[in-house]
């Protein structure tokens, strides 16, 4: 096959881009990468287009070449595409290194026995370093940003082989003092000696010379793979992140350099800090991280080192660099920030939270450094969360939330006010004019007192929940909080009985300190309402929750009191849903007779068999066999609503997405009917019932389609083709996006999404309404010159095969000729929904092909057409 034109591949990786993996799966995904590879090479396409290309293998490297083989292969091709450039300036080479260090680095083909990995390797360092080899690949005015992109190349070949550049330090670190990209290589040469100190202190071994300065490279001086090996496991991220790592888990702590080593070792961190203010805010994090986690715990290195970073960056705006500040504080604690940087720095976060033009985002950040400071001298065990020992409450009066915050602000400075309480509940300063527990106690009762609004947003009671348990989690031992907060809820309650839900959830999820009282007081409120209560389906939801073995007289006489109000199907389960609970708690006295009242009155047959059931177990089953019946069970899902709701059950319910065992595709057109219609072929791999299809277009181009039914399917037997109506409010191609939804043999149901389907062009066609008899001439003639001037008119050259012009046309146009004369002319009248049409002279053939005429009523329509028959050309 010839090299394909930009159109073409723009429709093929869009078709890619859409769905990677059933692209892949299909028959154009075999050669695709295969074919990006070919086309690089080709002069037919502009570097731009060549540029899309290399960016698809950026982006789905694993899909391309899926295997080390084709990994491999790939990357080979990309280098010998790289040194077949022409001198002159291209944009294709920083790319073409992209592509091949991906190739290798996502297909795991980095290695000694690697013939890219050892033709890559020494391009990129010559090119990083600036030596002879670098400068023969490409003009001068591109080596810096081939020098920069070559370290991020090296970069990430050193985070997927740690250790890789470690007989590189030297030659890094003298690039560094060089003419050149400094933040690219300062990242490069950080994460190295990082990897190095790490690879080198679990070998129980020195940095042997590793930071002298070394030659540049050379060809075919092999490459050394040892400290690679050694350090072949992935190590920790290098994203910034803190609290930093415990000592035991960084290793570094049994690394003891000799002096010579450690004044090398000083040297290059100190180079590397001395340059960081010239990187972006972004790599001065990530720069300060790795230097830190490289020292940190490294005998006989201290922290002085970074003092002076940490003057320059105590008072940043930029929060990646706190954020590094903070991580260098976790790391070094009291060895590297004084008392007093450590109240400066506390102050200064407690400030910057309280700035009203603060953005939500940042407003959050401040919030999270403060409940999470790390501090030099923490009290209490570790882990344990507290407020920091020099935030007070009357350094915090400007953080307290308030009911005008944002539902994650108020949140997060009501967790800080929580830490508050704690502490004041522990230095009992109960003399002071104000208090953190009763600001907290009046919050709690303005979220109530929103969420009880009748009709009111759920997101209002959300929070007040929210509130609730975190108020809960933090201050679980305090009494004092927990009685007014019980007391709160159960008067929520009363006021708004819709919120069952939310409290069902909350005693899920809190522990006994709350859980216990709120349970009791939950059921005193439901017991005391009459049945014939409104909210009668939320109270037994209640008590389905909180139903025990206390207080069975006003629970069963609540019962029935309601049973004679349960008339629907939704209420008599939820009422048989509190006896199975009431049996589970091993109420036996009074629930027998309430289950054979039950199954004698209710009127659904659902219910009065599930209540008979019931009643059959209490009456013959001792309380440790009852609870195993009535427990959870692992076994198949049970298919009817007697048997409690168990996972299998649930999982029975739910419509969960699977890989479709359905194969979808176009068959032969129809030309005809009002409307045009797609022939669809279905294939099945294993049996599929009720198969609905469902498919939507984006965009306003066509109408809402409808989905098409299917009662079963078999593999192997032939179906019908299904028929399914487009409704297009413009002739236009476009793609259906396709879900299927069916049940499997086994009963569960399923939804799958399939590859899209392609509506082309001449899917739209349709034949004009039967010409007079005797008249098709004058007919066309009217058809003709009814396009002008509204529409448009062109003409083309649409070349013939060997066949000639009467095969083209009865292969293609045959259902639209009105005029005829063949073997040398036609004229075609097409009709194109909702209310266009096209007109087409195929007159004068010749040998080598026809002039075409083209005129239609729709201007927008005449590219399409072109486009269509340009294509009946290529097919011939």
């Known amino acids: 096959m010839g090299p394909r034109s930009r159109e073409t591949w723009a429709q093929r990786l869009g078709a890619f881009r859409a769905s990677p993996s059933a692209f892949m799966a299909g028959p154009e995904g075999e050669d695709l990468g295969c074919d990006l590879l070919s086309e690089l090479r080709s002069e037919k396409l502009s570097e731009q287009t060549k540029v899309s290309l290399l960016a698809l293998s950026l982006e789905y490297p694993a899909q391309l070449w899926p295997d080390t083989a084709a990994a491999e292969a790939a990357a080979t091709s990309l280098l010998d595409t790289l040194v077949l450039l022409p001198p002159r300036p291209s944009a294709l080479r920083r790319p073409l290194l992209l592509a091949a260090t991906t190739a290798l680095a996502a297909g795991d083909a980095l290695g000694p026995t690697s013939a890219a990995s050892l033709r890559l390797l020494p391009l990129l360092l010559g090119l990083a370093s600036g030596s002879d080899l670098g400068r023969g690949f490409g003009p001068a005015s591109e080596q810096r940003s081939l020098q920069a992109t070559a370290c991020e190349c090296l970069r990430e070949l050193e985070s997927c082989k740690p250790g890789l550049l470690g007989g590189r330090l030297g030659l890094l670190r003298g690039l560094l003092g060089q003419e050149g990209p400094v933040q690219p290589l300062s990242l ?287 201050l679980a031992m305090q009494p004092a909080v927990l009685t007014p907060l019980t007391r709160g809820l159960a008067q929520l309650y009363q006021s708004r009985p819709a919120l069952a839900p939310h409290f069902v959830d909350l005693l899920d999820r809190v522990g006994p300190e709350l859980g216990e009282p709120l349970r009791v007081v939950l059921r005193q409120e439901v017991v005391a309402r009459p049945g014939k209560d409104e909210a009668l389906c939320w109270h037994l939801q209640i008590l389905a929750k909180v139903a025990d073995g206390n207080a069975q007289s006003a629970t069963l006489g609540f019962l029935r009191a309601a049973a004679a109000r349960c008339t629907d199907w939704d209420l008599q389960q939820a009422l048989l849903q509190v006896c199975r609970a009431l049996l589970r708690a091993g109420v036996g006295k009074g629930l027998a007779d309430l289950l054979q009242a039950l199954a004698r009155q209710l009127e659904d047959p659902d219910g009065r068999d599930r209540a008979r059931l019931y009643y059959i177990l209490l009456a013959h089953l001792a309380g440790p066999k009852l609870g195993v019946a009535l427990g959870p069970s692992l076994a198949a899902p049970a298919a009817s609503s007697l048997v409690a709701e168990n996972q299998g059950f649930a999982a029975a319910l739910m419509v969960q997405e699977a890989p479709a065992p359905i194969r979808l595709s176009v068959g032969p057109r129809r030309a005809e009917g009002p409307v045009p219609v797609l022939q669809l072929q279905v294939e099945v791999l294993e049996p599929v019932y009720s198969l609905e299809l469902r498919f939507r277009v984006e965009g306003q181009l066509y109408a809402p389609l409808e989905a098409v039914h299917v009662p079963c399917l078999y593999p192997g037997r032939p179906c019908r083709p299904l028929l399914l109506p487009l409704q297009p409010r413009r002739p236009a191609p476009t793609h259906l996006d396709v879900r299927a939804l069916y049940t499997t043999p086994s009963g569960l149901t399923r939804h799958a999404h399939l590859p899209p389907l392609l509506v082309t062009f001449a899917d739209l066609f349709l034949p004009f309404p039967q010409s007079p008899e005797g008249d098709k001439q004058g007919f066309f003639e009217e058809l003709w010159d009814s396009c002008l001037p509204k529409g448009a008119e062109s003409s083309l050259w649409c070349p013939l095969g060997p066949q000639g012009l009467e095969a083209l046309v009865s292969h293609h146009l045959e259902p639209f000729v009105v005029v005829a004369q063949p073997p040398t002319s036609y004229h075609v009248a097409i009709h194109l929904p909702p209310n266009s049409r096209l007109l087409l002279r195929l007159e004068a053939a010749q040998v080598d092909g026809v002039p075409v005429a083209l005129r239609t009523d729709d201007w927008a329509v005449l590219p399409l057409a072109g486009d269509y028959l340009r294509g009946l050309s290529a097919t011939v």
């Open 188 to 474: 490069l040469l950080a994460l190295a000696l990082r990897n190095a100190l790490l690879i080198q202190a679990r070998a129980r071994a020195g940095l042997q010379g590793l930071l002298v300065a070394g030659d540049a490279p050379a060809v075919g001086i092999p490459w050394n793979w040892a400290l690679a090996e050694e350090g072949a496991a992935h190590l920790q991220p290098q994203a910034p992140g803190w609290p930093a790592a415990e000592v035991q888990e960084c290793g570094l702590a049994v690394l003891e350099p000799s002096p010579e080593e450690a004044r090398e070792l000083r040297a290059a961190v100190a180079q590397l800090l001395d340059t960081s203010y010239l990187l972006t805010p972004v790599a001065q994090a990530q720069l300060l991280w790795l230097l830190g986690w490289a020292l940190r715990g490294l005998r006989g290195q201290p922290p002085v080192l970074f003092k002076p970073q940490l003057v320059r960056l105590l008072g940043t705006a930029q929060l990646t660099l706190l954020h590094a500040i903070l991580a260098l504080k976790a790391a070094f604690g009291e060895a590297l920030f004084t008392a007093q940087d450590e109240a400066l720095l506390l102050r200064r976060l407690t400030l910057a939270a309280q700035h009203p033009a603060l953005p939500l985002s940042a407003h959050l950040f401040y919030l999270h450094c403060l409940l999470s400071f790390p501090e030099n001298w923490p009290l209490g065990p570790t882990g344990e969360e507290a407020a920091p020992l020099l935030l007070g409450p009357r350094l915090c009066r400007g953080l307290l939330p308030s009911l005008l915050h944002d539902p994650m602000a108020l949140l997060a400075r009501l967790h800080l006010l929580c830490l508050l309480c704690a502490d004041d509940e522990e230095k009992e300063e109960k003399a002071q004019d104000w208090s953190p527990q009763h600001y907290l106690e009046e919050l709690l009762a303005g979220l109530r007192q929103r969420a009880a609004l009748d009709g009111g947003p759920r997101a209002l009671a959300t929070l007040c929940f929210q509130a609730s348990y975190l108020v809960v989690r933090c």
